[in-house]
């Protein structure tokens, strides 16, 4: 069975820095793009960052950009998103998926290119 499984969400101050770890079980997806996404309360799911599965090309929404880091190891088991200085408004359910398309040129900004999804991981930011 193949799983996503995301860690590392709490409860955190402003100012403060979390790190985000998404575990891929039952495959390997050394040769697919990776994402973050969140979602809040009363929203659409939200595109945070994503990382090619060169591991050499990365992008992130422009309200995480300097202060939220995407990264992925060589066997393309793990991906991590750091989090620093983070703020009330990035309070939302985390969640890693995997592209659906193996070696994609580019990133896909769109929830609809990306076919697997981990359970989610939450993050609150208080004042």
């Known amino acids: 069975q193949v799983q996503l499984v995301e860690s590392g969400g709490g409860l955190v101050q402003a100012g403060g820095s979390l790190r985000l770890s998404c575990a891929a079980s039952?495959?390997?997806?050394?040769?697919?793009?990776m994402g973050w996404f969140r979602q809040a309360p009363g929203k659409e799911r939200e595109f945070v960052a994503a990382?090619?599965?060169?591991?050499?090309?990365?992008a992130y929404v422009d309200s995480v950009k300097g202060r939220f880091t995407i990264s992925r190891d060589a066997a393309g088991n793990t991906v991590a998103l750091q989090m620093n200085s983070l703020k009330p408004e990035d309070t939302a359910a985390y969640y890693c998926?995997?592209?659906?398309?193996?070696?994609?040129?580019?990133?896909?900004?769109?929830?609809?290119?990306?076919?697997?999804w981990g359970q989610g991981t939450q993050v609150t930011v208080s004042l």
């Open positions: 039952g495959r390997t997806f050394r040769n697919y793009n």
């Open positions: 998926a995997a592209d659906s398309l193996v070696f994609r040129t580019g990133i896909s900004r769109s929830p609809e290119a990306y076919n697997y």
């Open positions: 990382i090619t599965w060169s591991g050499q090309t990365t």
